[in-house]
């Protein structure tokens, strides 16, 4: 089945304690990308990758860090959480530019 | 950068009534534009997307939506509602050169009443 696999879907953690949450994709998709919601606020982009070896910010990506070492992998890392980093997040991966991303399940992250 | 706007947060309609859910984008050059819907727990999930070929798209679920270029508008229909069509429903537009991001709107979560 082709799909998006995000882990783990719920995690609580502390102040500055470093955690990473996996996303790969089955597709051989080239483009990733990691998204956070909020209420009131949409979707909004942290970070983005056109292909191994290729990423750049998006609209919010302070705090965070992002690899892309294979093409189906694209872990994103919080390397000293903060509680504004409570959110919702999202991995999607989209084939081109014009073919729609098709997201994970999703992530609940609460930093205490 | 660009941006989208959906008017009304929320939107109550009755079981068998027309759902309509209004999306405006900012964009000097034609976009490609999609609605997605999440419902409660889940991920997004693709509704339909224009990408420059017929203005009218027809989605699944029966939902369709209309680019209208000279409104800058793409706003999503559906013409008898279904209790299981409550959800969120967000629109999004693609910003070229940024590696294909989406820009969301805010979203508007649909309540059918019975």
């Known amino acids: 089945e082709a799909q998006v696999t995000q882990n783990p879907r719920y995690l609580i953690t502390v102040t500055g304690k470093k955690l990473t949450v996996t996303c790969s994709q089955n597709m051989n998709h080239e483009y990733m990308s990691w998204y956070r919601q909020d209420p009131g606020l949409g979707l909004r982009q942290i970070y983005y990758s056109m292909n191994v070896e290729v990423t750049d910010k998006g609209d919010v990506p302070e705090g965070y860090k992002v690899s892309r070492k294979e093409k189906r992998n694209f872990p994103l890392i919080l390397e000293s959480p903060s509680p504004n980093q409570t959110s919702l997040y999202f991995c999607a991966s989209s084939p081109t530019l014009a073919g729609g991303y098709t997201f994970g399940s999703g992530t609940r992250l609460t930093v205490v | 950068a660009q941006s989208v706007t959906q008017l009304g947060s929320h939107v109550s309609v009755s079981e068998g009534a027309l759902v309509l859910l209004r999306c405006n984008y900012s964009?000097?050059?034609?976009?490609?534009l999609f609605w997605y819907v999440q419902y409660p727990n889940q991920g997004l999930q693709l509704l339909l997307k224009?990408?420059?070929?017929?203005?009218l798209v027809k989605g699944i679920n029966d939902f369709e939506a209309e680019f209208k270029k000279s409104e800058t508008s793409f706003h999503l229909t559906k013409p008898s509602a279904h209790m299981s069509d409550a959800a969120e429903y967000f629109c999004?537009?693609?910003?070229f050169g940024y590696g294909n991001k989406l820009v969301f709107g805010a979203g508007t979560i649909l309540r059918v009443k019975s």
């Open positions: 999004a537009v693609s910003e």
């Open positions: 964009s000097s050059v034609p976009p490609y």
């Open positions: 224009y990408t420059s070929a017929a203005t």
